[in-house]
């Protein structure tokens, strides 16, 4: 890459209309957020702009470091299972024939146009016991009787999985496509056998665009609010699920604000904690 | 043709009150013969509004009316609120919910109503009128609905006959409920089945006791639903047999050949209700009333019962309803009332100790 101060102030005019941009549409927003997470709620969606720590003091509780939890369990397994059937997914895709590769890229694609609650009815319609799955293990003597699956915390997890994939072979499919062939072929040359030249060469080879992409998907996951209600229990519903009620049937912006923030926060450390061990991990 | 189901009143508009529509309309001039600007709930209501009552309305009494989209929820008050401030109503009358009448009492949102001028608001039930400290009419009721158990007749055949029936160890895992402290009304139903009425929902204790039997329902429940189609479906289809749900919504899934059924349990179905106000603002006042007026004819209820599905605001004897017209829509049996003054004074608190009890 060829990195050059520009040698007139002009030479600056190009990043203009980015920043522009990067203040107008994100730090402005943003800034005006947080500063709604200071003001004191009136109800009815009113508030008072006065300074104030009472929505982060009632956001310490047990309650909702609770439910945080339930929102790093969700998104934890939901990365871990996107990464785990997509890496090797993505890997078979890479080696497949070209026309193969563009029918799946092409199906992964299709799923990122779904609306989400459609999803949520489908899976809710699939775990059910008068129409779905239920019916048919029971014809497959499976179970004694129909049973539904949904809702449930697998229910959520098979639902957000579904929306993550096509993020997680999105991401890892230029990574993978780089692969140099002789790779593989050297370590069979070596004795390895297909699933051990795998397990042993291409996937530590490839450590760290694994675990990016299970920080982004984690991230991703994290905002995740509607599978949540439709598919889970109220013990399954996320930080995200708590957010939307607060802004949108409570009405009380500067707690669902104070909330926004407190998941943030919590969500940036996670990663640089993550990007640290990582990046120890990747000179040892 | 088959009406939209009560998704497309409540829910559609959930969403669109998600975007606060702080877009400030250009402030008009307002001419003497402007149409009087009415607000209703979008979607079904305000379709319904348009072609069965607006054009009576401006036959009956030679006013043009100007029909305007309300979301629920409580978007439609911060506007309210904000072009107030700017001396502007963006609609004169409008239909609110009981809580968002309350706060904009609080700031004396609402013009105050001439009785004089309104005889009919006489026939509307004294628990539907809202009046400012002093007395003075801040809202009168507009159109009420019912929350009852709703059954799959396939599953449960015999009807229920009390909300206690809910807690029986027989529904394990059946029940589909309302996931809000704000639009279940658990706290008053339960009130009302097992602590003899919602007036014991008087202190933070009792309170929370009340909450406490509700919590014992959570091994009876399989859905605690904010969209009701999700509900709906599930009872059509049997997935989840039992649960409360919206009386006149049951109903038309009934006529439409599916095993359902509305049961009114024997304390009362929980009933809820819209109210017309007016803009404190509004240079329309006298025509406003000429319309809250008009509306609160028995004559006018009992056409609303028959063509929106709503329960009447006014007593029984005064409408020619038939008894299949007024079991559609509504019930004798006294009804749970809100505690709205609750959900109102207390609304961060009720909500929290909700989700604790529910999430825990």
Do not use: C
């Amino acid at each position: 890459m060829i990195q050059s101060r520009p040698r007139t102030p002009l030479g600056y005019l190009p990043i203009l209309l980015p920043a522009f941009a990067l203040i107008a549409f994100y730090i402005v927003p943003f800034g005006s957020m947080v500063g709604m997470s200071f003001f004191h709620n009136l109800g009815g969606g009113a508030y008072e702009q006065v300074f104030t720590l009472e929505n982060y003091a009632r956001l310490v509780s047990p309650f909702f470091l609770s439910v945080l939890g339930t929102s790093f369990e969700v998104a934890f397994l939901v990365a871990l299972f996107a990464i785990v059937i997509g890496f090797p997914f993505t890997y078979l895709l890479v080696n497949a024939r070209r026309g193969t590769q563009v029918f799946w890229l092409i199906v992964m694609l299709s799923v990122l146009s779904l609306s989400e609650a459609i999803i949520g009815f489908a899976w809710s319609t699939l775990l059910s016991r008068t129409a779905g799955i239920g019916v048919l293990f029971e014809a497959l003597g499976l179970t004694e009787k129909a049973q539904s699956y949904a809702p449930s915390l697998g229910a959520v997890l098979a639902g957000v999985t579904y929306i993550a994939m096509p993020y997680a072979v999105l991401l890892l499919y230029p990574i993978l496509s780089r692969i140099e062939p002789d790779i593989e072929q050297a370590s069979r040359t070596l004795g390895a056998s297909p699933l051990r030249a795998f397990f042993n060469v291409i996937v530590p080879m490839h450590r760290t665009p694994i675990v990016v992409s299970f920080v982004m998907i984690f991230v991703f996951t994290l905002g995740s609010y509607l599978l949540p209600q439709i598919l889970g229990r109220p013990t399954n519903w996320t930080l995200s699920v708590v957010i939307s009620d607060q802004a949108l049937l409570q009405s009380n912006m500067p707690f669902a604000a104070a909330l926004s923030i407190f998941l943030m926060t919590v969500t940036i450390l996670l990663v640089l904690l993550v990007t640290l061990i990582n990046r120890k991990g990747a000179k040892a | 043709m088959t009406r939209p189901s009560a998704l497309s009143r409540r829910t559609l508009l959930k969403t669109a009150s998600a975007l606060p529509l702080t877009l400030a309309a250009p402030s008009v001039l307002r001419a003497a013969g402007e149409p009087l600007k009415v607000g209703v709930y979008g979607g079904y209501f305000q379709d319904s509004f348009d072609s069965f009552v607006y054009p009576e309305f401006t036959k009956a009494t030679g006013i043009e009316i100007e029909s305007i989209a309300v979301p629920t929820g409580e978007a439609w008050l911060i506007q309210l609120q904000q072009a107030a401030r700017a001396k502007r109503a963006p609609a004169d009358v409008s239909m609110m919910a009981t809580v968002s009448i309350m706060r904009g009492m609080r700031t004396g949102l609402w013009a105050t109503l001439d009785e004089a001028a309104m005889p009919n608001v006489s026939n509307i039930l004294p628990t539907l009128i809202n009046r400012y400290d002093d007395g003075g009419l801040a809202a009168v009721g507009a159109v009420s609905w019912y929350i009852t158990v709703a059954t799959n007749t396939d599953s449960f055949p015999e009807p229920i006959g009390s909300w206690a029936e809910l807690w029986e160890p027989k529904y394990a895992d059946s029940l589909g409920l309302l996931a809000l402290v704000s639009n279940s009304y658990l706290l008053e139903i339960t009130a009302k089945t097992f602590f003899g009425g919602t007036d014991y929902l008087s202190s933070d204790e009792t309170i929370r006791e009340v909450l406490g039997k509700v919590a014992e329902l959570k091994p009876n429940t399989r859905l605690w639903y904010r969209d009701e189609a999700q509900f709906e479906q599930a009872l059509k289809s049997g997935e989840i047999p039992i649960g409360q749900y919206y009386h006149d919504v049951t109903g038309l899934a009934a006529a439409d050949g599916f095993p359902v059924r509305s049961n009114f349990p024997k304390e009362g179905g929980l009933r809820e209700s819209g109210n017309w106000a007016v803009a404190g603002v509004s240079e329309k006042i006298e025509e406003a009333q000429v319309f809250i007026d008009y509306m609160s004819q028995p004559s006018v209820q009992a056409m609303l019962a028959r063509n929106l599905g709503t329960a009447p605001n006014v007593a029984r004897e005064s409408m020619d309803l038939t008894d299949e017209e007024f079991a559609a829509v509504s019930s004798e049996i006294a009804p749970v009332i809100p505690r709205y003054d609750l959900h109102f004074e207390r609304t961060d608190w009720l909500n929290q100790i909700w989700a604790e009890m529910l999430q825990a």
